[in-house]
């Protein structure tokens, strides 16, 4: 079942259930996702206007007609992977938000943007923690060859790519800094 599919009929219990938090917080994340829909549907059009424009730039009335039948189309669905990716910008703006609320000592605002980020990572596959990361990173560091801390920079890219989606790039980053200097 995909995200928005689980967020619709979560968003129906939560609401028979009186659950305010949860109830804002799918609301938030549907929205998310209707808009990274909607731009993923006008760059569709944009590039396919664009297309249209190079190809019938001699010819008015075909260059019409081909841009009337794509504003026809309808909508973009986002991907599974699509929908993973706006629901972890939104996990990520909820943690940096408790952040900055906790330093600012309002600790009730913080625990809310918390409770909203635990309802979020429900949706999202479980993240790797540190001791899990550990030895598929020194795997990854020797595999590659690399030592000391210059190395991070090479390092970091190919952990973000093999562990998208799977783990927090803190935590990544973390691991790696800790290998590469200790290692």
């Known amino acids: 079942m995909m995200i928005s599919e689980r967020l619709e009929a979560d968003l129906k219990v939560a609401m028979k259930a009186g659950e305010r938090t949860k109830v804002e917080t799918i609301r938030s994340a549907r929205a ?21 424009e190079t190809e019938h730039a001699h010819d008015p009335a075909a ?11 309808g909508r973009v669905s986002l991907t599974a992977e699509e929908q993973e990716a706006v629901l972890s910008k939104e996990v990520k703006r909820r943690y940096e938000a408790a952040e900055m609320y906790r330093k600012a000592g309002r600790m009730e605002l913080a625990a809310l943007e918390e409770a ?15 001791e899990e990361l550990r030895p598929e990173v020194a795997a990854m560091i020797a595999e590659l060859g690399l030592s000391g801390p210059a190395a991070m920079g090479k390092l970091m890219p190919t952990l973000m790519e093999r562990f998208k989606g799977r783990a927090d790039g803190r ?13």
């Open 32 to 52: 998310a996702l209707q808009s990274a829909q909607l731009e993923a549907a006008k760059q569709r059009f944009d590039a396919a206007a664009r297309e249209i």
């Open 171 to 183: 935590a990544l980053s973390q691991v790696a800094r800790e290998l590469l200097v200790n290692g």
């Open 116 to 130: 909203e980020l635990a309802i979020l990572q429900s949706y999202l596959p479980r993240m790797l923690s540190v």
């Open 63 to 73: 260059r019409e007609a081909a841009l009337a039948a794509i504003d026809a189309q």
